[in-house]
């Protein structure tokens, strides 16, 4: 089991491109979570899913969008880069709500 | 969805026990109380769940009233290597979001 993969690790972004953060989960997770946590501050929901074909909004969802087609994958997608969507963001998934959320490693994402 | 409320740090030294508080006032009955652990420049790590009275792990204990409009997290005997972020979060069993906190700031000291 890799359990949450995130791609890439790290990347810079001009302000306006636009760029999809690739998660996997191969545990046959639901439940799927997008964060975003800056520098020194806690975790933001930005969007979630509880199964393939269902998203739903979170904290922060503006400037982003999300697709669920099959339940290993849950893309993000920033179609315009803004200064403010620098951030690292973290992927998690669960089986149920009760179970442990497992993270990914993040990706640091730079907007100059 | 039941917000969370943690002091925003805490001190100890090595070795002493350490208990952060969670308020939670409008927890659903369905709802369980997760905390995690976050060290700097690393994702979330789960360390302990719990839905009523005690849990008890190899790492930490939590303590949850009959109420359940708190919880403690005890972490025993606690090592340098325990300061870290410590986030409280109640899931919404209805819509299936988990939010974080503000998290507590723990610096163990030698």
């Known amino acids: 089991n890799a359990g949450v993969t995130q791609t890439p690790k790290f990347r810079i972004l001009k302000i306006g491109q636009s760029m999809t953060l690739q998660c996997t989960q191969d545990m046959n997770h639901n439940y799927m979570y997008w964060y975003r946590q800056d520098p020194g501050m806690g975790l933001k929901l930005i969007y979630y899913s509880v199964g393939a074909g269902i998203t739903d909004k979170g904290e922060v969802p503006n400037g982003y969008n999300v697709s669920r087609s099959t339940t290993e994958d849950f893309p993000l997608r920033l179609e315009l880069a803004a200064p403010s969507q620098t951030s690292v963001y973290f992927c998690a998934s669960n089986w149920r709500l009760e179970e442990t959320q497992y993270f990914g490693p993040g990706t640091r994402l730079l907007v100059l | 969805l039941a917000k969370t409320t943690q002091p925003i740090s805490m001190d100890s030294y090595e070795g002493q026990e350490v208990n952060i508080t969670c308020s939670h006032n409008?927890?659903?009955?369905?709802?369980?109380i997760t905390w995690y652990q976050q060290f700097p420049s690393q994702g979330p790590r789960f360390i302990i769940q719990?839905?009523?009275t005690k849990v008890t792990n190899e790492v930490a204990s939590l303590f949850i009233p009959a109420d359940r409009k708190s919880s403690t997290l005890s972490l025993p005997r606690v090592s340098l290597s325990d300061t870290a972020v410590y986030y409280c979060?109640?899931?919404?069993?209805?819509?299936?979001?988990?939010?974080f906190g503000q998290g507590t700031t723990l610096q163990v000291k030698p």
């Open positions: 409008n927890i659903a009955t369905n709802d369980y």
């Open positions: 979060l109640v899931g919404d069993q209805n819509t299936g979001k988990l939010i």
């Open positions: 719990g839905y009523k």
